[in-house]
């Protein structure tokens, strides 16, 4: 059982590239969620889906776009990359219901110059 | 959502027992409280959570006070392995976003051999 697989493990860009982090998890969870943890500081999250075709903004969405057209699948584009997005990316899934433990990839190390 | 308090750091020696402190005097009578810690280059895992009931499980102990304004997670005998971040959470059944987690600072443990 795979859980949650992150792609890729790590990222170099220049400012004003895109890219797409790749989320995948095989539980069947409903739940999905994007966090992005800067140095010295705990998890904050970006975007989140309560299920396929449903998205919504977490505490930091500017500069990043989400989708989720399948349960299993939930990717992270950044359209215009900027240094303050230089960060380690977690993605997250669960079963619906707010006492569901939420379990995490490794994380993706993106680092923009 | 309610603020959590936790040290910024603790010790420990291998094999004994560990007490994680967690203030949250602003809990509500909802709220969950959860354990998540975060091992080094990893995500997060999910520990324990509770509401009002002391709980165990395969990985620790969770105390709550009886006014519910304070908890500790206890790890019985501490390895090299729980070295690592413990973020003590509040979640509420009934506050906008579910599944959302609200990550502070957390507690760095350091396990000595």
């Known amino acids: 059982n795979a859980g949650v697989t992150q792609t890729p493990k790590f990222q170099v860009l220049k400012t004003g590239q895109s890219m797409t982090l790749q989320c995948a998890q095989d539980?069947?969870?409903?739940?999905m969620s994007w966090y992005r943890q800067d140095p010295g500081m705990g998890l904050r999250l970006i975007h989140y889906?309560?299920?396929?075709?449903?998205?919504d903004q977490g505490e930091v969405p500017n500069g990043y776009n989400v989708s989720r057209s399948t349960t299993e699948d939930f990717p992270l584009r950044l359209l215009s990359a900027a240094p303050s997005q230089t960060s380690v990316y977690f993605c997250?899934?669960?079963?619906?219901?707010?006492?569901?433990?939420?379990?995490f990839g490794d994380g993706t190390r993106l680092s923009i110059l | 959502d309610a603020k959590t308090t936790q040290p910024n750091s603790m010790e420990s020696n291998e094999e004994e027992p560990v007490h994680l402190p967690c203030n949250h005097s602003t809990i509500s009578g909802t709220d969950y409280i959860h354990w998540y810690r975060q091992l080094p280059s990893q995500g997060p895992e999910y520990v324990i959570h509770?509401?009002?009931s002391n709980v165990n499980n395969r990985m620790a102990s969770l105390a709550i006070a009886e006014d519910r304004k304070s908890s500790t997670l206890i790890l019985h005998r501490a390895t090299l392995r729980d070295a690592a971040v413990y973020y003590c959470i509040l979640r509420d059944p009934y506050g906008g976003a579910t599944n959302k987690l609200i990550f502070g600072t957390g507690t760095l443990l350091a396990v000595q051999p």
């Open positions: 539980m069947n969870h409903e739940y």
């Open positions: 997250a899934s669960s079963y619906s219901g707010y006492n569901q433990p939420q379990h």
């Open positions: 889906s309560v299920g396929a075709g449903i998205t």
């Open positions: 509770g509401l009002t």
